[in-house]
């Protein structure tokens, strides 16, 4: 376990943390103090145990917006991914749809096709016809 000097509001405090979570613990601790630094200059003379704790009430509520706001965002999220299965699912109705009318038309175009064969071979007695008279 690691041991790192932080500083808040002027004040040195050593603490341990996790090896490799120095930096981390660092910016924390730079976070913290600007926000005691920020209330000290806003609340004038307040006793040090009063701005630590209006401090973490400070932080808290940061935190809670946080996590107010993450889940709406996953909220979100899922909305999104409902539309999406929901527009997968209407994709899949007018794939099959489409496959039924392609069907259909292959089925008219045979029918069709062997109709005009049927109307050529006549055309081709007849030409037959009038030539021989």
Request: proline content about 0%.
């Amino acid at each position: 376990m690691a041991q790192i000097a932080i500083e808040i509001n002027g004040r040195s405090y050593t603490v341990g943390c996790a090896d490799g979570e120095e930096e981390r613990l660092r910016g924390l601790a730079k976070y913290v103090d600007t926000k005691v630094r920020d209330l000290a200059a806003k609340m004038g003379g307040v006793g040090e145990a009063r701005l630590f704790m209006l401090a973490c009430l400070t932080l808290a509520d940061e935190l809670g917006e946080a996590y107010h706001d993450a889940e709406a965002a996953r909220a979100a999220s899922e909305a999104g991914s409902s539309a999406v299965r929901a527009a997968d699912e209407r994709n899949g109705a007018l794939q099959e749809r489409v496959n039924a009318i392609e069907a259909q038309l292959a089925r008219r175009e045979e029918t069709l096709s062997r109709h005009l064969d049927r109307l050529a071979q006549r055309m081709a007695v007849m030409s037959d016809r009038l030539e021989a008279n």
